[in-house]
T-cell receptor, first 112, second 113 residues
Framework: DADVTQTPRNRITKTGKRIMLECSQT?????MYWYRQDPGLGLRLIYY???????NKGEISDGYSVSRQAQAKFSLSLESAIPNQTALYFC???????????FGSGTQLSVL | GESVGLHLPTLSVQEGDNSIINCAYS??????FIWYKQESGKGPQFIID?????DKRQGQRVTVLLNKTVKHLSLQIAATQPGDSAVYFC????????????FGTGTQLKVEL
C-alpha cells in the first residue's frame, strides 16, 4: 500500500463545480502539503499544514481551500472550478526534522 | 524572487553511458538540496540529498555534486539504464527560517537503446 494516497486519480469536471481532492498518509508525518504541477512550471505550493490546527497559504492559494481533518488526512477543495485550474495535483508529507517530501501519485484534474 | 532553474530541459543519453543533469540555484542561503525523479504517471520520488556543508554525496549509481561558489548542483547517474528515463527535479531550501522547498522546472532524461 502507498504511504501517501490520493483520490481520485483522475477527475473531469465542469466550470463552476465544487471539487474535493483527498489525501491520506500512513507515514505518521505531521506536515502535509498540496502542490500543483503544470508543464514547464514545476511544482508550486498551494497550501500546507504543520499539524491539525495549522493551515498556511502557499504561493498560489487563490481559488483553493483546504481542510486538515486529522493528522493523516488533508483535503484540497476548489469551490468553483475554472479551466485554468486544470493541472496535476500532488499531496506530500514530511516529518520530524527532515525537509524531505514524500509524494502521492497525483490527481489529474481537468476543468472543462 | 528566488528561483531554481535547470540548464537543459531534455537530455538524451545512450544506455550504459553516464548522465549528468545540472541545476542552478539563486538563493545563496539555501543549505539543503534534494533531487527527485518523476516517472510518467507517478509522483516525484526522492533520489538523493545533500547539505551545504558537503560538496559531494554518493548513492547507488547516483552522485550529487554541490558547488556553492557558483550556486550549481548536479546529479550524475552512472551506467544509465532505460528505467532511469524520467523527469528529474532539483529542489532547494534554507532550513533556518520556516521556508519551503523550491522546485526547479525539471529535466527530461531519455535513455536510448
Amino acid at each position: 500500500d502507498a504511504d501517501v494516497t490520493q483520490t481520485p486519480r483522475n477527475r473531469i469536471t465542469k466550470t463552476g463545480k465544487r471539487i474535493m481532492l483527498e489525501c491520506s498518509q500512513t507515514k505518521g508525518h505531521d506536515r502535509m502539503y498540496w502542490y500543483r504541477q503544470d508543464p514547464g512550471l514545476g511544482l508550486r505550493l498551494i497550501y500546507y499544514s504543520f499539524d491539525v490546527k495549522d493551515i498556511n497559504k502557499g504561493e498560489i492559494s487563490d481559488g483553493y481551500s483546504v481542510s486538515r481533518q486529522a493528522q493523516a488526512k488533508f483535503s484540497l477543495s476548489l469551490e468553483s472550478a475554472i479551466p485554468n485550474q486544470t493541472a496535476l495535483y500532488f499531496c506530500a508529507t514530511s516529518g520530524g526534522s527532515s525537509e524531505k517530501l514524500f509524494f502521492g501519485s497525483g490527481t489529474q484534474l481537468s476543468v472543462l | 524572487g528566488e528561483s531554481v532553474g535547470l540548464h537543459l530541459p531534455t537530455l538524451s543519453v545512450q544506455e550504459g553511458d553516464n548522465s549528468i543533469i545540472n541545476c542552478a540555484y539563486s538563493n545563496s542561503a539555501s543549505d539543503y538540496f534534494i533531487w527527485y525523479k518523476q516517472e510518467s504517471g507517478k509522483g516525484p520520488q526522492f533520489i538523493i540529498d545533500i547539505r551545504s556543508n558537503m560538496d559531494k554525496r554518493q548513492g547507488q549509481r547516483v552522485t550529487v555534486l554541490l558547488n556553492k561558489t557558483v550556486k550549481h548542483l548536479s546529479l550524475q547517474i552512472a551506467a544509465t539504464q532505460p528505467g532511469d528515463s524520467a523527469v528529474y527535479f532539483c529542489a532547494e531550501i534554507f532550513t533556518g527560517g520556516g521556508n519551503k522547498l523550491t522546485f526547479g522546472t525539471g529535466t527530461q532524461l531519455k535513455v536510448e537503446l
